[in-house]
């Protein structure tokens, strides 16, 4: 089991900056796969960012150049650094896990944040 808690979204202009934060509750060595999807009203959910294998790095071409991943190992954490934001960036965004052992390929789903991009 993964919990994931993601916090740091908002209200912003567009131009400005955001940083989303999603929180694991187990050692993130021990997952395969973390990442960041949105979600925008009557859109189907995205991937825009994701840690593949090792330290490899997977981006939306919609975000890249403007977003970027990261995390703090020590902290259990994953980031989202979201720069030159646009209106279109406006959606619900998710943290995600995926834990594969064996037979077994789980997915995790943090609660969602709220971000909302103001032209």
């Known amino acids: 089991q993964v919990q994931l808690v993601e916090s740091g979204g908002g209200l912003v202009q567009a131009g400005g900056s955001l940083r989303l934060s999603c929180a694991a509750s187990?050692?993130?060595?021990?997952?395969?796969?973390m990442g960041w999807y949105r979600q925008a009203p009557g859109k189907q959910r995205e991937l825009i960012a994701a840690?593949?294998?090792?330290?490899?790095?997977n981006y939306a071409d919609s975000v890249k150049g403007r977003f970027t991943i990261s995390r703090d190992n020590a902290k259990n954490t994953v980031y989202l650094q979201m720069n030159s934001l646009k209106p279109e960036d406006t959606a619900v965004y998710y943290c995600?896990?995926?834990?594969?052992?064996?037979?077994?390929?789980?997915?995790?789903w943090g609660q969602g944040t709220q971000v909302t991009v103001s032209s």
């Open positions: 840690f593949t294998s090792g330290s490899n790095t």
């Open positions: 187990r050692s993130i060595f021990t997952i395969n796969a």
């Open positions: 995600n896990a995926r834990v594969v052992r064996g037979p077994y390929d789980d997915e995790y």
